[in-house]
Nanobody, 126 residues
Framework: QVQLVESGGGLVQAGASLKLSCAASGGSFSTYSMGWFRQTPGKERMFVAGISWSGGSTDYADSVKGRFTISRDNAKNTMYLQMNSLKPEDTAIYSC???????????????????WGQGTQVTVSA
């Protein structure tokens, strides 16, 4: 059973940076693509960024492209999301997830992920 634990969220002002971490344990990490999603109250969970199992391919939602960077360290079973130039509209609960098929490239659909973390709150004030 894979466990994913996010950390690094917090309250920051617009324009600031945060780095989220997602630590994996209890199962395979290095052979699966991973992703970050975010959700605000009353709205559907949205894809933010994805990274292939090797880290060689990445994908970003248009709303964060150029500001966020996804990365991973397979030796540490950890994935990261560096968030720069944060905006109030980035406020959300951010969750990491592991895809449901080993190998392959990045994925955007929620249904393509089977393990999820509990989420970490990111709040950006104007």
């Amino acid at each position: 059973q894979v466990q994913l634990v996010e950390s690094g969220g917090g309250l920051v002002q617009a324009g600031a940076s945060l780095k989220l971490s997602c630590a994996a344990s209890g199962g395979s990490f290095s052979t699966y693509s991973m992703g970050w999603f975010r959700q605000t109250p009353g709205k559907e969970r949205m894809f933010v960024a994805g990274i292939s199992w090797s880290g060689g391919s990445t994908d970003y939602a248009d709303s964060v492209k150029g500001r966020f960077t996804i990365s991973r360290d397979n030796a540490k079973n950890t994935m990261y999301l560096q968030m720069n130039s944060l905006k109030p509209e980035d406020t959300a609960i951010y969750s990491c997830a592991r895809t449901n098929i080993a190998g392959g490239s990045t994925r955007r659909g929620e249904y393509e992920y089977d393990y999820w973390g509990q989420g970490t709150q990111v709040t950006v004030s104007a």
